[in-house]
């Protein structure tokens, strides 16, 4: 199977930010700060996001879909550190 470089930088991406997201999450459990809560999400879909943009390695027929829905991640992912950084404790 060939891929391209820049779906392995997505992947190993995908694979930090799901890193991230269970370190914040553990803090957050430890905390319960909601800051904390919106950041773990912020990373556990910024991962899913970059999951779907390498998509086409593993699902190359999957078509213009996976690229829609890591458009809309996008833009949860920012909405979410924006919160992140806006709600006071």
Known sequence: MMTEPDQIIQ???SLLALILFVISHLAYRRERRKKLF???LAFFFYSAMNFL???DIFFPQAGE???IWGSLLNFVVLALFFLS???KE
Do not use: G, K
């Open 11 to 13: 992947l190993v991406s």
């Open 38 to 40: 919106i950041l773990s």
């Open 53 to 55: 943009d390498a998509a």
């Open 65 to 67: 879909y996976p690229e």
């Open 85 to 87: 950084m806006v709600t």
